[in-house]
């Protein structure tokens, strides 16, 4: 079975551009979970996709957005990207309503603002 | 809000010896899950073991075993047999089941970089 896929891998962009991030879940798993993670701030919660809705936000600005398809495939947006915005963005997927089920990390999409 | 600690920044351990990353947590949850992740440098989190907390047995997966003590609030990894291959960063994480809007959220320590040595 195929694992979390993300693409890009890596992206540079400038200061106030936007960008968007794509994540695969494994098959048969439809909850879609985005962490950021920073040298400074450590890994932290962006938000969970479940059934293409969007169950909760971590605390991050309005500008950190995202939607899931009826795929389960989800994307993150970043608009007017800040230079605090690069980080390496990791998606996890899980299968739901199973005891213990573990969070299945991509290999992430590193995001380097100028 | 839950809180994980990990106290050792770096460890070192040489070869084919164990070594105990150690990983403390706070919750007022009665139900949880904690869960240790391998982070190379490539960047991919790796799911090593899961511990839940009315698991009364602790958990092993290999060469990894959990040391849970649920009353110190403490869920230590305990790695046997070292290899080179273990040398990364390694996350303790507690699971957060989030009453609005459902779903749950994984909250992690700050890390211990583990160095396999000859």
């Known amino acids: 079975k195929a694992g979390v896929t993300q693409t890009p891998r890596y992206l540079i962009k400038t200061r106030g551009q936007q960008v968007t991030l794509s994540c695969s879940p494994i098959s048969g798993h439809r909850s879609v979970s985005w962490y950021q993670q920073t040298p400074g701030q450590g890994l932290q919660f962006l938000f969970e996709?479940?059934?293409?809705?969007?169950?909760n936000k971590g605390n991050f600005p309005g500008r950190f957005s995202g939607r899931q398809f009826s795929n389960s495939r989800s994307e993150m947006n970043v608009s007017t990207l800040e230079l605090g915005d690069s980080a390496l963005y990791l998606c996890?997927?899980?299968?739901?309503?199973?005891?213990?089920?573990?969070?299945?990390f991509g290999p992430g999409t590193r995001l380097t603002v100028l | 809000a839950q809180k994980i600690t990990q106290t050792q920044p770096g460890m070192f351990v040489q070869e084919k010896e164990a070594v105990t990353l150690d990983c403390t947590y706070d919750?007022?949850?009665?139900?949880?899950?904690l869960f240790w992740y391998k982070q190379p440098s490539s960047g991919e989190m790796i799911f090593l073991i899961y511990?839940?907390?009315?698991?009364?047995q602790n958990a092993t997966e290999g060469r990894y075993s959990l040391n849970f003590q649920k009353a110190r609030k403490s869920a230590n990894l305990v790695i046997s047999a070292s290899q080179l291959g273990d040398s990364a960063m390694y996350f303790c994480?507690?699971?957060?089941?989030?009453?609005?809007?459902?779903?749950?959220?994984?909250?992690f320590g700050t890390g211990t970089q583990l160095k396999v040595e000859l």
């Open positions: 996709y479940f059934s293409e809705t969007q169950r």
């Open positions: 996890a997927s899980r299968v739901t309503g199973v005891p213990g089920n573990e969070q299945f």
């Open positions: 511990q839940g907390s009315y698991d009364e």
């Open positions: 994480a507690m699971r957060e089941w989030l009453l609005t809007g459902g779903g749950n959220k994984l909250t």
């Open positions: 919750t007022s949850d009665q139900s949880y899950g």
